[in-house]
């Protein structure tokens, strides 16, 4: 008996290590600081959830009775989608950033790692202090929240009775005042454009419905992010490659704005795009191979390279340790060791 107890448990070593060894790794952790030890596990898993979208962008997590969701964009499909961990993916609201008919000019192009697609739809998406879904519009280049009964409000269109450009990014503080980006990325022709009315890439604050122009020496401002206490706001620029902290001060505007991180070094496609914090602050934010992790000061920790380059990340599941990618075409998921500062 105890030899056949024996051979059962080397069986179930056998199959464990094969199927080990058969589950596809879409990602390899490249440490470059002996503080990511830390941070993520050196054999850490990318694992893909699902393909075949057009260009993803702006995961969120929802909580709810049960297991929870994730949410994010698919900007060229001008909808929010759905993935429910029991019941896969579903489309969960239509003309999520565009809900004019005209084709034609709307939108901003990119190149999606298969063609060119078309950027009308929602792009970054975050929760307020009630729990409202709000989030980046491109083609309607605004700023929009949810409300309980599925009415949409625009909060932010105009600055100064111009058009803004094309919101990108948001976070909130947690003060219910609401942080974004706008570069030109939802504008056929960028700076370009005629149709852009402002003759800067902004950073703005929207508090009680009042607009403040927080920086405007940004040639593309993308993703940002509050560091855990909110003593700094990160906003980081894709097409300078580097990430700014800025102090903020009491009365919520910045202040003192840095480069702290430089990615310019690394010549491989990639750039930073959306960007997230753990709890000890720490700094995810996606880049050339992938997504680096930083320290808080901005130290570059390590790399995570990815089959494909994701555009935005986002905490998820209970504990907020697993790191939800939006990658171009695919969702993927990776588990770490601290959990994220979400909504």
């Not at 199927?19 to 990318?46: F, R, T």
Request: charged share 25%; net charge positive.
């Amino acid at each position: 008996m105890k030899n056949f107890r024996l051979a059962l448990f080397a069986m179930a070593m056998v199959l464990a290590a094969n199927i080990g060894a058969n589950a596809q790794n879409y990602g390899e952790v490249v440490k470059v600081d002996p503080a990511a030890d830390a941070i993520i596990s050196s054999d850490a898993v990318v694992e893909k959830l699902g393909d075949g979208f057009q260009f993803l962008e702006g995961p969120i997590w929802i909580h709810s009775k049960g297991q929870g969701y994730l949410l994010f964009s698919d900007i060229p499909a001008n909808v929010i989608r759905k993935w429910d961990p029991k019941t896969g993916f579903s489309v969960y609201l239509e003309k999520s950033g565009y809900t004019g008919t005209d084709f034609a000019e709307a939108g901003g192009q990119t190149n999606n790692g298969f063609g060119v697609v078309i950027l009308v739809g929602s792009n970054g998406i975050t929760l307020d202090r009630q729990g409202r879904l709000v989030y980046c519009q491109h083609g309607d280049r605004s700023v929009v929240r949810i409300e309980k009964n599925g009415k949409r409000t625009v909060l932010a269109s105009h600055y100064e009775g111009k058009r803004l450009n094309s919101p990108n990014d948001i976070v909130v503080k947690s003060d219910g005042s609401i942080y974004f980006t706008d570069p030109p990325a939802g504008l056929r022709l960028g700076d370009k454009d005629p149709k852009k009315e402002l003759s800067f890439n902004g950073v703005y604050r929207l508090k009680k419905g009042k607009l403040t122009l927080l920086a405007n020496d940004f040639a593309r401002p993308n993703g940002i992010a509050f560091s855990p206490d909110e003593k700094y706001l990160y906003v980081n620029d894709t097409l300078k490659k580097i990430i700014k902290r800025f102090d903020v001060q009491r009365d919520g505007t910045v202040a003192n704005g840095q480069i702290i991180t430089d990615m310019n070094s690394d010549t491989r496609p990639g750039a930073p795009d959306g960007m997230k914090v753990d709890q000890k602050g720490n700094i995810y934010c996606t880049g050339p191979g992938g997504f680096w992790i930083m320290s808080p000061e901005g130290k570059h920790l390590a790399t995570v390279n990815t089959k494909q380059l994701p555009a935005n990340l986002n905490w998820g599941d209970d504990d907020a340790k697993t790191l939800y990618l939006t990658a171009r075409t695919g969702l993927y998921r990776v588990r770490l060791n601290i959990p994220g500062v979400r909504p």
